[in-house]
């Protein structure tokens, strides 16, 4: 298989507009004539789901949630990105785009990174118009704030519920779709597999989580927007159905899966406390503007942190990065706080927490300031951990919160499969291995808003297709298989419960494939999925039954993919030898630690290809190239 | 403080729809006080599936109080004893060793149990889309920054945006009304200078959408304010009059 990314010519400014212009179009008469299935209701599916239908095609939408407005998009607390230089600081979008690949260590496109950074300033102007509160400065005008790996601040906010804020835009504009007869919703539904005919993508098998029963759905294309697999960890700071089975399905089907080592680990992160614990939580990035990261001088200091004068306490961050401080990107703070901690350092019950201290702004800006930024933020860590972060530092631990790999997508965000797109997280596309803070909302919405409804068309337009429905041959055989799996499944009858094995599967992946990885660790972390996964096969117990609402079932599913997935991301993590951004061996850091990128060997994006069962999948490569920027050594000092 | 306690569950059990339903107890050792109360339910449902048992279905996803997926009346309180906060976001610190816990599902005729814990809240989605939003297609919005909103306004929008849809304010109304939830979205939409030319018209199309949907009229009993995990003001819900009023007098509307 030979990867074409397609990215157009041309100077790097013009390639998005000439692209659009050589696109070719549906007429808006024929557009009606187009059945689009798009999967997940997050900001990608659902602005997709609006601007598609908005065009006059017909969408069908699914989610696995009783209603869109609850996709996982909804937890992202700080804000989005947008080059607009509201500040007068100097913002253009050639910076946005710098930063967005330097802070992604040079493993994303330029074209790709390049045209989001130009669409970044017609997201915030549509929002506006939904309604969407962003925050205001006296004068009515838009307000800013900063966030990691930028020395501008260009983030726009809602308090500290900016996802909240940006997703309701996104299914408003969407329901009124729906009012208009141009969405159809299913909610509580969970795609099971993708149906391709042709080589080409044509529809979906769902199970309603209701009922149980399958259902297939045909179409012209299908959109996928399911997110990312953090969840493979089991304590991420995901929602708890936030999982790969979509994506995996597709994989199998053919898609090629990119880049699947890559994952972010967020640094500010409520630390774990306790065995049940069934979920983590993230404190937004934004607290770093004001909060200052700091643990005892002495290892095993076990002093009140107010106790602690101020000779005694390492504000590390501030010490080793002087230009950025507190606001380096998210993979050099986390991997910054675990070697405090390894070092003994580390503060709290367990020693595997940092502060996160407010004393500071608290006395410069006065409480009232420090409340109105971050109450929210503030009132949810009183909530969990029972003390008062206005009087006492925060605790925070680096959790698994967002990931980079995912199906691989060219230029159009079309995978491998004709007829199959994947927007927002379930793609790979644009942040490399690091994603910036305040990124992941902008691309959610530029894909579904501003790239979807573009290069869909141009694939309509020129690819002749077949009518087909729900009773061509490949329907039932998927129906079928998909079957199969869950009577698997309900058949094991065994002495484990799924939630066993997941927990036991993120302890491998964190041990052996998380913050820090060697080969070593990697090869054993295979043999235990492995093993994992055989004993799961046989020892897994699943109660109920499927033709009712059994939240079990549906759990057991997803384990199951992530036992097998978990396996793609060590193999994707033993084939980099080199470190970049998140996913760092230490076998290659520099003499200060900071990751090693292998420029030479590893300038390449990693899309794996499905072989079947118990095969090793093949590895193609996607040179990438740079012609605007000089691969360089981050350096946030 | 006591770092572990011991509960009693009195849990309603409906296998569907049809199901009559029924309480069934359930004693629980050593519960972590550091616990969430879903975290609690999770140790309860892994020890059922250990016995043979079906876990109790309850909704649920992410678990900080954001998505308004969880929930259920804690000894008759939505979201249970703690002000301003959701189901999720309950920790079992502010339970006493020996309390007994009684849980129900949301009660309401808008909202009918689908299992256990597990109710179906699709109306709330069907008062949004007969008309809580502003109608600007893709790709049409002026430039952000030529729309300037007073800080004043955009908090008090955000205070009203910031609702969850988790319908706890539906279960705590004698009457099933919705007027909080429908209130707070006219209201978070009407006070920005962009909802203003839709804003007579939502107001009266969401109203009509709530009352053909089985909920209860408002009567002003304010458990919906009380209830709710946001704190959303009630003063939504007169905005709301003021602004269905206005539309019926003044404008072509109806
Ligand atoms: S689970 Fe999302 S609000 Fe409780």
Redesign the pocket.
Known sequence: MELNAKIPEGPLPEKWDRHRFELKLVSPANKRKFDIIVVGTGLAGGSASAALAELGYNVKTFCIQDSPR?AHSIAAQGGINAAKNYTNEGDSIWRLFYDTIKGGDFRSREGNVYRLAQISNAIIDQCVAQGVPFAREYGGLLANRSFGGAQVSRTFYARGQTGQQLLLGAYSAMMRQVAAGRVRLFPRREMLDLVVIDGRARGIVTRNLLTGAMETHSAHAVVLATGGYGNVYFLSTN?MSSNVTAAYRCYKRGACFANPCFTQIHPTCIPVHGTYQSKLTLMSESLRNDGRVWVPVKAGDKRRPEEIPEAERDYYLERRYPSFGNLVPRDVASRAAKAQCDAGKGVGETGLAVYLDFRDAIRRDGRAVIEKKYGNLFQMYEKITGEDPYKTPMMIYPAVHYTMGGLWVDYNLMSTLDGLFVLGEANFSDHGANRLGASALMQGLADGYFIIPYTIGGYFAGTPLETVDGTHPAFGEAIESSRKRIDTLLAVDGRRTVDDFHRELGRIMWDYCGMSRNNEGLEKAKGMIRALRAEFRENVRVPGENETFNQSLERAGRVADFLEFAELMVTDALARQESCGGHFNEAYQTPDHEALRDDAHFCHVAAWEYQGEDREPVLHKEPLVFENVTLAQRSYK | MKKSIHVTLKVWRQASGGDKGRFETYPLKDISTDMSF?EMLDVLNEALTHSGKEPIAFD????????????AVVNGRPHGPEKGT????LHMRHFSDGDVLVIEPWRSRAFPVIKDLVVDRGALDQIIIAGGYISVNTGSAPEANSIPVPQGAADKAMDAAAC?G?GACVAACPNGSAMLFAAAKVSHLALLPQGRPEAARRAIRMVEKMDGLGFGNCSNITECEAEC?KEISIAHIARLNREFFRAQLASDEK
Do not use: F, V, Y
Request: proline share 5%; hydrophobic share 25%; with cysteine.
């Open positions: 609850r929602a | 879903l649920h996803d992410c678990r900080e109080g954001i998505c308004g997926m969880c929930g959701t189901l999720c976001q969850i988790c995990p």
